[in-house]
């Protein structure tokens, strides 16, 4: 048996929408997709990364962490910023913004990290047209009483 083919307990199936039906989705081996492969993560896992990230020196060094979180202008979009494996925006609700979403095939994910707030949303979905960015929108609007029409 392969480790793809191994049942690990608690893992989530992934699911698609097909002809207007929800559908399993195609099977990847998560060993291929490079960075985003042979990943298996629990919101309880990515809150803790978020914590590690938040103290200097727990997961990174001060001068890691300055880096990681710099913007850097050669890697713009809508005013946003790219800076080493996250997105920094300014644009949320007035507050400083770290986050990053991904997709494959049956899952959709996100975390966003209000660091001066010390807020952190994770989403994590088995469901891979799922916009979880979206949930952690309105999560944090309602955290920071906003509407997110006034922010848009």
């Known amino acids: 048996m ?3 083919e191994t049942v690990l307990k608690e893992r989530a199936s992934g699911y698609e929408i097909i002809d207007g039906h929800i559908a399993n989705a195609d099977f990847i081996d998560m060993t291929v ?9 629990t919101v309880g896992d990515m809150y803790r990364w978020n914590q590690a ?5 727990k ?18 979009h ?4 790219y800076g080493y494996g996250v997105v920094i925006s300014r644009l949320k609700f007035g507050r400083l913004l770290y ?3 991904g997709g494959i095939e049956g899952f959709s994910s996100s975390i966003q990290r209000y660091p ?6 994770v ?4 469901f891979d047209s799922y916009k979880p960015w979206e949930l952690g929108d309105h999560i944090a609007a309602d955290l920071f009483s906003h509407h997110l029409s006034d922010v848009r």
């Open 99 to 101: 986050y990053h979403g």
């Open 2 to 4: 392969t480790e793809q």
């Open 59 to 76: 997961l990174l060094s001060a001068d890691s962490l300055k880096q990681m979180f710099t913007e850097y202008p050669e890697a713009t």
């Open 53 to 57: 990230l938040a103290e200097d020196g």
């Open 78 to 81: 809508e005013g946003q910023h």
């Open 123 to 126: 989403i994590l979905s088995n």
């Open 116 to 121: 001066k707030n010390r807020v952190c949303i």
């Open 33 to 41: 997709p490079f960075s985003a492969g042979a990943i298996y993560s």
